[in-house]
T-cell receptor
Framework: RKEVEQDPGPFNVPEGATVAFNCTYS??????FFWYRQDCRKEPKLLMS???SGNEDGRFTAQLNRASQYISLLIRDSKLSDSATYLC???????????FGRGTSLIVHP | GAVVSQHPSRVICKSGTSVKIECRSL??????MFWYRQFPKQSLMLMAT?????????EQGVEKDKFLINHASLTLSTLTVTSAHPEDSSFYIC???????????FGPGTRLTVT
């Protein structure tokens, strides 16, 4: 089983839709979780950290489920500009080396 | 957010030559930086972890003598691709980790093409 797994997609949604991605991790001792966004041929950019209590930033909501070992990202009212690959990153559990998922591709169409 | 610069952004070199890539954290200190490689439509692959003042830790399968890493200060790490070959052509990205939040900030990447 891979350490961090994501559905590669693509998720193809119309503007205004709500879309959610999950990311599962195998190391139960993991401590830090993040969502990054990567546009084609660009570097990843931090979207948001994921806290135990969950966090929200505008249209984006991230949640952590430790019992089931997954994190989620919810995007409400999708915009065309949200089209990108969303990477989840897990860190900790004895190592502070970040582990990336393969990313989930999102395509928002008019 | 924090800023990480990377230089050069794009380089074309001939097979057999060496290329040095710099990664700088501009407004924070980073005791740890990471070097990644990304091939088209694939995920980021961690190559090595660079620790200030000590030797880098390389991932399995990454040749330390081919990919030389130097982390001489809290704001600068360099990756030198020695005796480059066409198969080394890739997108090389560095990241610096904030010592307080553990959030990583990525440089803009260097696209290396070896002819």
């Amino acid at each position: 089983r891979k350490e961090v797994e994501q559905d590669p997609g693509p998720f193809n949604v119309p503007e205004g839709a709500t879309v959610a991605f999950n990311c599962t991790y195998s190391n139960s001792a993991s401590q830090s979780f993040f969502w990054y966004r990567q546009d084609c041929r660009k570097e990843p950019k931090l979207l948001m950290s994921v806290y135990s209590s969950g966090n929200e930033d505008g249209r984006f909501t991230a949640q952590l489920n430790r019992a089931s070992q997954y994190i989620s990202l919810l995007i409400r009212d999708s915009k065309l500009s949200d089209s990108a690959t969303y990477l989840c990153v897990v860190m900790g559990g004895g190592s502070y080396i970040p582990t990336f998922g393969r990313g989930t591709s999102l395509i928002v169409h008019p | 957010g924090a800023v990480v610069s990377q230089h050069p952004s794009r380089v074309i070199c001939k097979s057999g030559t060496s290329v040095k890539i710099e990664c700088r954290s501009l407004d924070f200190q980073a005791t740890t930086m990471f070097w990644y490689r990304q091939f088209p439509k694939q995920s980021l692959m961690l190559m090595a972890t660079s620790n200030e003042g000590s030797k880098a830790t390389y991932e399995q399968g990454v040749e330390k003598d081919k990919f030389l890493i130097n982390h001489a200060s809290l704001t600068l790490s360099t990756l030198t691709v020695t005796s480059a070959h066409p198969e080394d052509s890739s997108f090389y990205i560095c990241s610096a980790r904030d010592v307080v939040t553990y959030e990583q900030y990525f440089g803009p990447g260097t696209r290396l093409t070896v002819t």
